[in-house]
């Protein structure tokens, strides 16, 4: 099991590490303890939609995911990657660390993924010590630290993981999970129903969690579906301040400046509040999944 980085360069996306037979033991030994450790605790595998926030024992996965990078080829073809320079320039530019190895009997390739912060590089700009025989020693020379435990996995072309935080950090997730543009947004602000003062407002207003709303407010249609008399009735269930105003005798939803007061209504409009089913007790929730 050799060890790579998988970086920001796009000129050379991965470096493989040149490591001694003592700590090639040792990072293997860990690595399979990561592999275990990640596989056991996966008691449900949810696909992935962009919506879903992954509760304890449950993990996301994408079924067809696009090994862009190559990690796969770094894994069976690892005399072909270049090794990485042992300086601070070279480590800033790691998204994460990865190994893993070829199941033979199966006929695929297990990559296990690490997410990489730069925290955990070790420089000589300062001094670094660490505890050995009964006395700390100075550490002499640049390097790094492992996590203790995986991102992610990746066989046969599927993709599991828990944190989607964690892992648009190292692929780019555009493909997966999408965010309105400028364009949706103006098309948004120009539904039958929607009052928008000032388009450039809106924009000004959207940062990614709001572009994410928009987009799955798009998506599921349901300012086209729904009435706006009724909308506003469950809003008004749930305490929910929603102004509308009439244009030509037709009633409109009209869409916040304020940005707070924008993602609360976004909010609601993705359909994040509920009630429980006995106390009827209104709640938020950050995960929605539906049931089968």
Not at 45 to 50: E, M, S, T, V
Not at 92 to 118: H, P
Not at 154 to 164: A, G, H, Q, T, Y
Not at 186 to 193: C, P
């Amino acid at each position: 099991m050799n060890l790579f980085a998988l970086t920001d360069d796009p000129s050379c996306r991965i470096k493989r590490f040149k490591i001694s037979a003592d700590l090639q033991n040792d990072i293997n030994q860990q690595f399979m303890n990561q592999e275990e450790r990640f596989r056991t605790t996966t008691k449900d595998l949810i696909p992935f939609d962009g919506k879903y926030k992954p509760d304890q024992g449950e993990t996301l996965f994408i079924k067809e995911f696009d090994d862009i990078d190559g990690l796969e080829d770094a894994i069976n073809n690892p005399l072909n990657i270049h090794e990485i320079n042992p300086d601070i320039e070279d480590f800033e530019r790691i998204k994460a660390i990865f190994s893993g190895y070829r199941a033979d009997k199966e006929e695929k390739t297990i990559i296990l993924i690490q997410n990489f912060e730069k925290r955990r590089i070790i420089s000589t700009s300062g001094i670094s010590i660490f505890h050995d025989k009964d006395e700390y020693i100075k550490i002499i020379g640049n390097g790094l630290t492992l996590d203790s435990k995986l991102t992610a996995i990746l066989e046969n072309k599927e993709l599991k993981f828990n944190s989607f935080h964690l892992i648009k950090q190292i692929f780019d997730m555009a493909s997966y999970y999408q965010e309105a543009t400028d364009s949706d947004i103006d098309s948004f602000a120009s539904l039958e129903n929607i009052h928008v003062n000032k388009k450039t407002v809106l924009i000004e207003n959207s940062d990614s969690w709001v572009r994410r709303k928009l987009w799955l407010i798009s998506q599921s249609q349901i300012l086209q579906k729904i009435p706006v008399t009724q909308i506003k009735a469950i809003a008004a269930e749930f305490s929910i301040e929603l102004k509308t105003e009439k244009f030509n005798d037709e009633e409109k939803i009209c869409i916040p400046e304020d940005k707070r007061e924008l993602k609360k209504l976004l909010r609601f409009l993705d359909e994040d509040y509920y009630k429980s089913p006995l106390l009827n007790n209104g709640y938020i929730s950050n995960s929605k999944r539906l049931i089968p």
